[in-house]
Nanobody, 126 residues
Framework: VQLQASGGGLVQAGGSLRLSCAAS????????WGWFRQVPGKEREFAAA????????SYGGSVKGRFRISKDSAKKATYLQMNSLAPEDTAVYYC????????????????????WGQGTLVTVSS
C-alpha cells in the first residue's frame, strides 16, 4: 500500500486541524494505522494508533485528550483530528500502516509499521 498524507498547514494556538492519509494499492482493511510526528533534530514521536478493528486506539501522552485518530474505509483514508493545538505540536506528521499481525499492542514504535507516508508539516503559531 502507498500512503499520501495531507492537511498540514499554519494554525494559531488553540486551533484545530485534521490531517488525512489516503491509502492506495492495497487492501485497506488489512491494516492498522498510526500517526507519528517529528521535529527537526529530534526523534520521531508516536502520536496515535488505530487497530484493525477500527475502534481500538492508543495515544501518545503529549496528545492524549486533544487528538483523535479515525478511519473511513469507504474512502480508504485515515485521519488525525488535532484540537487545542499548541506551538509544541509543530512538527512534520507522518502516517504509517501495519499489515502484519503478531506484535503487541499498542503499535507505538516506528519499527512496528511497514509503510510510511511522506509527511505533512503542521506549524502552530503562538
Amino acid at each position: 500500500v502507498q500512503l499520501q498524507a495531507s492537511g498540514g498547514g499554519l494554525v494559531q494556538a488553540g486551533g484545530s486541524l485534521r490531517l488525512s492519509c489516503a491509502a492506495s494499492g492495497g487492501i485497506f482493511g488489512d491494516y492498522a494505522w498510526g500517526w507519528f510526528r517529528q521535529v527537526p533534530g529530534k526523534e520521531r514521536e508516536f502520536a496515535a494508533a488505530l487497530a484493525w478493528d477500527g475502534a481500538t486506539t492508543s495515544y501518545g501522552g503529549s496528545v492524549k485528550g486533544r487528538f483523535r485518530i479515525s478511519k473511513d474505509s469507504a474512502k480508504k483514508a485515515t485521519y488525525l483530528q488535532m484540537n487545542s493545538l499548541a506551538p509544541e505540536d509543530t512538527a512534520v506528521y507522518y502516517c504509517a500502516g501495519r499489515r502484519a499481525h503478531g506484535s503487541s499492542w499498542p503499535f507505538s514504535e516506528e519499527y512496528q509499521y511497514e509503510t510510511w507516508g511522506q509527511g505533512t508539516l503542521v506549524t502552530v503559531s503562538s
